[in-house]
């Protein structure tokens, strides 16, 4: 007799899911939205109820991902200075990830003057900083997009903001 047997392999910080069979291949497992979980499947022979070890098991491996609905982007309120030679401050709002998947927000820089474009400090720090030259104006979008082992993840739509930026010359 062979027989096969799911394992749960489970990193989060949420309750570890459960299988509702762990020897039917159709069993079925709820997964917390912002969770993934990977199940190893495992065949082995059976003789009145020991697992004969002189056949190797078998095994295969599946992933779960169930991602949480990207929130909403922030990007914080548009800022105004005169004639500023220091940096200013970004005022995202920062993302938190749900579960075991990653949501992260980016920032991204649009800007058509003729000096050389502003750079955000930290791409991924909603508090970042840019400077940005007396007379130029810049617009930031703050993108919240879902991750995978360092992958978009394209499933769930990515939410955006804008905010832009005015240094006036003196």
Same mark, same amino acid.
């Given at each position: 007799?062979?027989?096969?047997? !799911? ?5 989060? #910080?949420?309750?570890? %899911? ?8 159709? #069993? ?12 190893? !499947? ?11 070890? =002189? *056949? @190797?098991?078998?095994? &295969? ?9 990207? @929130? ?5 309120? &548009?800022?105004?200075? *005169? ?10 709002? @920062?993302?938190?990830? =749900?579960? /075991? ?5 980016? !920032? ?6 003729? /000096? ?8 991924? &720090? @909603?508090?970042?900083?840019?400077? $940005?030259?007396?007379?130029?104006? $810049?617009?930031?979008? !703050? =993108?919240?997009?879902?991750?995978? /082992? ?5 499933? *769930? %739509?990515?939410?955006?903001?804008? $905010? ?7």
């Amino acid at each position: 007799q062979q027989i096969g047997t !799911w394992t749960v392999q489970y990193t989060g #910080a949420n309750a570890a %899911p459960v299988v509702s069979d762990i020897h039917d291949p159709k #069993a079925t497992i709820t997964v917390t939205p912002g969770d993934q979980v990977q199940l190893t !499947w495992t065949v082995t022979s059976m003789v009145n109820g020991a697992i004969i070890t =002189t *056949c @190797p098991a078998t095994t &295969d491996v599946v992933t779960i991902y169930n991602y949480a609905a990207n @929130p909403a982007a922030n990007a914080g309120a &548009d800022q105004e200075d *005169c004639g500023r030679t220091t940096a200013f401050t970004l005022d995202a709002t @920062p993302v938190v990830s =749900t579960g /075991n998947i990653q949501q992260i927000g980016t !920032w991204t820089v649009q800007y058509t003057g003729a /000096n050389t474009a502003p750079v955000v400090s930290d791409i991924h &720090d @909603p508090k970042a900083t840019i400077t $940005v030259t007396p007379g130029d104006q $810049v617009q930031l979008t !703050w =993108t919240v997009t879902s991750m995978v /082992n360092g992958v978009v993840n394209t499933n *769930c %739509p990515a939410t955006t903001d804008v $905010v832009t930026i005015y240094n006036y010359a003196a």
